[in-house]
C-alpha cells in the first residue's frame, strides 16, 4: 500500500483535475510557473535556515555576555 503523502491531500482538495493529472504523469502546460514557485520556496528555505541560524549565534552570544559578566564580578569580589 501506497503512502499518500499531504502535499497530494493538499492537491486533491485544491483541484482534482489537477491531482488526477498529476497522478497520471501528465505533464503540465505551465512549467515556467511552477518553476518559479520552486526557486521562491528555496529562497523561503534559505531565509528560514539563516534566521534560525542568526537566531542561534544569538543565544549563544548572550550566553558568552551572561558568563562574562559573571566572570568579571566573581573575580571582583575576590
Given at each position: 500500500?501506497?503512502?499518500?503523502?499531504?502535499?497530494e491531500?493538499?492537491?486533491?482538495?485544491?483541484?482534482?483535475?489537477?491531482w488526477?493529472y498529476?497522478?497520471?504523469?501528465?505533464?503540465?502546460?505551465?512549467?515556467?510557473?511552477?518553476?518559479?514557485?520552486t526557486?521562491?520556496h528555496?529562497?523561503?528555505?534559505?531565509?528560514?535556515?539563516?534566521?534560525?541560524?542568526?537566531?542561534?549565534?544569538?543565544?549563544?552570544?548572550?550566553?558568552?555576555?551572561i558568563?562574562?559578566l559573571v566572570?568579571y564580578l566573581?573575580?571582583?569580589?575576590?
Amino acid at each position: 500500500m501506497r503512502a499518500i503523502r499531504s502535499s497530494e491531500i493538499g492537491n486533491y482538495l485544491y483541484c482534482r483535475r489537477a491531482w488526477w493529472y498529476r497522478k497520471t504523469g501528465t505533464p503540465s502546460e505551465n512549467q515556467a510557473e511552477l518553476a518559479s514557485g520552486t526557486e521562491l520556496h528555496r529562497r523561503h528555505g534559505r531565509q528560514v535556515l539563516a534566521a534560525s541560524l542568526t537566531r542561534t549565534l544569538g543565544w549563544l552570544l548572550l550566553l558568552a555576555a551572561i558568563l562574562t559578566l559573571v566572570a568579571y564580578l566573581a573575580f571582583q569580589l575576590i
